[in-house]
């Protein structure tokens, strides 16, 4: 799963949108952004030009009611394109999640990890979005299978796509079989870099670089602050 991001510093210049772009959105970073947060994310315009929009990160499906509390804010790539709930966005509302990394607790002492690009570049987490006709935007962030850097920690890991896949991603035409086979699936090993962090991210209150320096890894002593690793 991803359940926790670190979004602080984005360069928006990097997913090739504009400078008015990369201001008007820069004020959502945050070292520990969690699921119902407003987050950032890139998508085609009507034009079909490249843009920033914000959203809420937990996916809210045109049909459900407007009360509804269940949180979506992951969908799995086995699934993306079959399940009710994301099919149809996951036709022609594909979208990418900019993140400088996330955060993941390994079972079973919790142990919070922190994965970030190896070479330093903005990750672009594969994702699907809905337009809400009064909540706006919500989106959520599609994960696959764990892959060599991240299976030791988690079984799962967001899909994270190549500058080259870019383009027909955020299309809204409808990906062939072929593509799917293609696009969802684990990054290359290598490509994601780890270390334990501090404790302190299980806390949604906290915030700030801390967040993402290396720690020693701890015995667990509280859960109560923890936020869920399903």
Known sequence: MCGRMNTRGIE????????????????????????TSHVAMIRNDVRGEREVAEAVWNFKPSWAPPESSK?????????????????SAF???????PARGYYEWRKPDKQPFYFTRADDAPLALGGIYEEGDDAGLSACIITTAA??????VHDRMPLILPREQWPRWLSSA????????????PAPCGTLASWPVNRAVGNVRNDGPDLIQAAPETPLTLQSDFFGDA
């Open 12 to 35: 928006f210049s990097s997913f090739d949108v504009t400078e008015s772009e990369k201001v008007k959105y820069r004020q959502l970073g945050g070292y520990n952004v969690a699921p």
């Open 71 to 87: 949180l979506l804010y992951n969908a799995r790539a086995e699934t993306v394109s079959t399940r009710p709930s994301f099919r």
């Open 91 to 97: 036709k022609t509302r594909r979208c990418l999640i």
């Open 147 to 152: 892959n060599g850097d991240t299976g030791a």
């Open 174 to 185: 409808p990906l062939t079989d072929q593509e799917k086979s293609e696009f969802l699936v």
